[in-house]
């Protein structure tokens, strides 16, 4: 059997009194395309942190590749490109200069590094603005820079926060596609994302972290399978007290959405059924209807059952 490229071993971060990650453990294989979700406040920065040895873990063990990421830190970063959410360059420089400041950074000269800085221009489709002063770029090839300055130095491991937050839809098609073929290429990747239909689209495996635990590990269509019902989200036009709305436990499990109580998630094998019944008792009265959306079993119903949440919240 393949020894995992990464393996984090009952990790922990306290900040006080305050346990960001509680003990998680997982593993990501040598050429996998590893998803990391979890709403706000779940301990995925925190974790994204200790793994790119800018966090001190509380407890706990990282392995990059068999080293031990806190004795040896040196030797396995190197075999990791980071892409972090905020913009990591200098705005006042082109593209060219800045990949030669970080190449040098990461010990390339010569016509090594001209010839991985053409490489990853490429790959990032940046080669025509190569020359063009990086503060003046759109924020989608501000990301494409981010990821192109994360595989200079030709790491096995690519770990990216959030790479498409803020940009065009085209940016984005672009930045997902270069991932994925980055990946058939043999890159292993972990990816964290706001955005679920990323994950379902690009990640063999995904971990779902809450209150700082992993709470769900498994493929997509496995975590489907097991834990998927249809979900139907509830807008109210007023807030209710609990007792008016207990009468939905006849169709299945619910739950508030938000604090204020105006919006609520509803599990249903019967959402035809489920409907009808809302329908009915808004028009008796019963309950001010804003708005319905109904989810099909997927990985965002998933989420959602699991959590309690959307993942942007």
């Not at 990816?191 to 493929?219: F, K, N, P, S």
Request: aromatic fraction near 8%; include cysteine; hydrophobic fraction near 40%.
């Amino acid at each position: 059997m393949t020894n995992p490229i990464i393996a984090i071993d009952r990790l922990s971060k306290n900040y006080g009194p305050v346990q960001a990650v509680r003990g998680i453990s997982f593993e990501i294989r040598p050429g996998e395309f590893f998803g990391l979700l979890g709403p706000n406040g779940a301990g995925k920065t925190t974790t994204f942190g200790m793994l790119t040895g800018l966090v001190e873990p509380s407890g706990g063990k990282i392995d990059i590749d068999g080293m031990d990421l806190c004795s040896r830190p040196r030797e396995a970063k190197r075999k990791m490109g980071i892409v972090p959410q905020g913009f990591a360059f200098y705005p006042t420089l082109d593209a060219i200069e800045n990949l030669n400041f970080f190449g040098r950074i990461y010990g390339l000269s010569g016509p090594h590094l001209k010839a991985r800085i053409a490489m990853v221009l490429n790959l990032v489709a940046l080669e025509g603005k190569a020359r063009q002063r990086v503060g003046t770029y759109s924020n989608g090839m501000k990301r494409r820079l981010n990821i192109a300055i994360g595989l200079l130095h030709e790491p096995e491991i690519l770990i990216l926060d959030e790479p498409t937050v803020g940009i065009d839809t085209q940016s984005r098609n672009a930045i997902l596609e270069s991932l994925g073929n980055l990946n058939k290429a043999g890159i292993t990747v972990l990816y964290t994302t706001h955005y679920i239909e990323e994950a379902e689209q690009l990640c063999q495996r995904v971990a779902i972290m809450d209150q700082g635990e992993i709470i769900a590990l498994d493929t997509p269509s496995n975590l489907v399978r097991s834990f998927a019902k249809a979900l139907i989200q509830i807008e109210l036009f007023e807030a209710l007290e609990d007792r008016l709305v207990l009468p939905l436990g006849k169709i299945g499990p619910w739950n508030w959405a938000d604090e204020k109580k105006r919006r609520l998630h509803l599990e249903t094998e019967t959402p035809e059924a489920a409907l009808r019944f809302l329908f009915e008792w808004r028009e008796a009265g019963k309950i001010p209807l804003k708005t319905l959306n109904l989810l099909e079993p997927s990985l965002e119903s998933v989420f959602i059952h699991l959590t309690g949440r959307d993942l942007r919240e």
